[in-house]
């Protein structure tokens, strides 16, 4: 017990140095970015579900522009202005989809052809080559980022994306925290997940001679931005049976032998945030097995004029755990962490008292960091690291 007091004052201690004008480490680094955009109660790529109409401001950036000039020239249907726009959400300030028109349920929001899609490995060895998002990461860069002769013809794209962190649409996933923001994190199996995707990151840098700090920005990229899209090998066929939805519209795959995945990029339909409640809408292929296949929305339940649109991430299986190290962002409310937490396993923590801080103690530091000033924007890590471990350990009164 003693051994415990001692570890929650010096968490508590550490919170305080960190508060501090001159903490060191990302969350003093990213003070520019706009404080709205790095709330820690699921904004960002997590926006959360309400139920009235969202307000937002249609994206006339020259790139954004650029971009759905070239997809309506490529055939791509229900972009810009037709069912669905990009916006700028008018309170997190994030870009999202937003309908432009009442959509039906079960109805084709918007299509993008795969031919526009960036694939980060080769569709042939079954995404074999790229087996992490740091892979993913690195083909990205040697693909098309630095890649002289194909960054021209996908510049339509790539123009549109975060270039650095500096950029006020980029959300810190927790591999971009210092030591001391990763050790409060406390739980083990998303820790071992970061170290991972750190080592990762550092020995595949010095393997194939890419600047670290650039292939950290562009696994990033990968995980935050990239749809898995699942492959059959010579023995396995795709068919319909093996894709179901569930009572919320979101898709469930059956696990079936053969089945690989590439990860893909998808202009337009990567900007769709998420909802571990109630998304309105879903990720999913029309024509797969035709030359010209097509990436696409569809409703899960009809959709008024001026909603946000919103999907489950990896069809909603995920806990808090995979939505913030993948995302950077931690939902308000996530089911799935219950259950995971009643599984165990691994690198879980099998009760509340397994932590050295209660939810009380943890959701009183983070809203004594909400009350404060909107211009102070050292504080939003540590948002991010309290309303992780407060998830975690709500979840357990569901148990």
Sequence with gaps: MRQVLLVFVAVQALLLLLLSPSAEGLAAKSSKKSKKLASAGGKGFGASSSGAALLHTP???ESTQKLLQFLKSQKAKGVDQGVAEIGIHDKTGQRGLFATTNIKKDQIICMIPSDVALALSDPAKLGKDAPTFAHGGANFLNMYWNNAERRPLWSFYLDTLPSDAKSPYFDATPDFFSQEEIELLEFPRLLDNIRKRQHDIESLAAEQGLDQDQLQ???WLVSSRAFNINLADDNTQNTPEEEQYDERGQVVTKAGAGLNSIRVMVPFLDLCNHDSVAPNCRF???DADKDEA???????RPIPAGRELQMAYRSGIYSSVELFLNYGFVPEENKVDAYMLRKGGEGVIASADGWTTTLEEDQSM???????S???????VLKKILAFRSNMKKAYQDL
């Design 59 to 61: 994206d006339d950036s």
């Design 217 to 219: 920005f562009a696994t």
């Design 284 to 286: 999913t292929m029309i």
């Design 294 to 300: 097509w990436f696409a929305l569809e409703a899960n």
């Design 366 to 372: 983070l809203e004594m960091l909400q009350s404060k």
């Design 374 to 380: 909107d211009d102070d924007n050292n504080n939003d």
